[in-house]
């Protein structure tokens, strides 16, 4: 069980909006440890998008955002494209671990 | 520009060892903190080892600890992860991640690079 937790799998339609959310604890986000947010592909290495909360990786477009409050963070994009069809990740620090983490990973299907 | 090239992946039994290399090249390789982060088949990515530009500061996943060791050679711009016992449930994709400072292990630790990966299998 991962200590961020994300859905399993999200869906959209082109063009329109999801978001995907990462829930913590008080040992990780909620201790104000930053959320980073990857993106991985079929069958490639993840991808930064975001790092520090809300700030975009150089190239990432400005359709993919960050958010953060108290326990959990999201990652919204804007406009889906087929292309965003992957799986997305996110990261922190957990304090009582003393280890980096992951989410669970969820699925972004472009309907 | 920034790469990162893994080998040494392969077939190992139960109990047995193999030694993870990650080459870089397209940056000054000393400069930077980097870990290894794996991926079981079908499963989430999971951070196992970090090791500061220096090579002084390191850390472990517990899953890993007293079992896997991370070590780097700067002049030879190489990054390794000895490891030994190993279980099935090691069996994973091996990513090489690079930060984005020389040492950033807890707040502000993230990985702006990464290479593709080498497998590893440990089955009898």
């Known amino acids: 069980q991962s200590a961020l937790t994300q859905p399993p799998s999200v869906s959209g339609a082109p063009g329109q909006r999801v978001t995907i959310s990462c829930t913590g604890t008080?040992?990780?986000?909620?201790?104000?440890?930053?959320v980073q947010w990857y993106q991985q592909l079929p069958g490639t290495a993840p991808k930064l998008l975001i790092w520090?909360?809300?700030i975009r990786h150089s190239g990432v477009p400005d359709r993919f955002s960050g958010s953060r409050s108290d326990t959990s963070a999201s990652l919204a994009i804007t406009d889906l494209q087929a292309d965003d069809e992957a799986d997305y990740y996110c990261?922190?620090?957990?304090?009582?671990?003393?280890?980096?983490?992951f989410g669970g990973g969820t699925k972004l299907t472009v309907l | 520009q920034v790469q990162l090239l893994e080998s040494g992946g392969g077939l190992v039994e139960p109990g047995g060892s193999l030694r993870l290399s990650c080459a870089g090249s397209g940056f000054s390789f000393s400069d930077y903190y980097i870990s290894w982060v794996r991926q079981a088949p079908g499963k989430g990515l999971e951070w196992i080892a970090y090791?500061?530009?220096?090579?002084?500061?390191?850390?472990?996943a517990d899953s890993v600890e007293g079992r896997f060791t991370i070590s780097r050679d700067n002049a030879k711009g190489s990054l390794f992860l000895q490891m030994s016992s190993l279980r099935a449930e090691d069996t994973a994709v091996y990513f090489c991640?690079?930060?984005?400072?020389?040492?950033?292990f807890g707040a502000g630790s993230y990985y702006p690079d990464w290479g593709q990966g080498t497998l590893v299998t440990v089955s009898s």
């Open positions: 991640a690079k930060g984005w400072a020389s040492h950033r």
């Open positions: 990261q922190s620090y957990d304090l009582s671990l003393r280890a980096l983490v």
């Open positions: 090791i500061s530009g220096s090579g002084a500061s390191l850390h472990y």
């Open positions: 008080s040992s990780n986000i909620g201790t104000h440890y930053d």
């Open positions: 520090g909360n809300t």
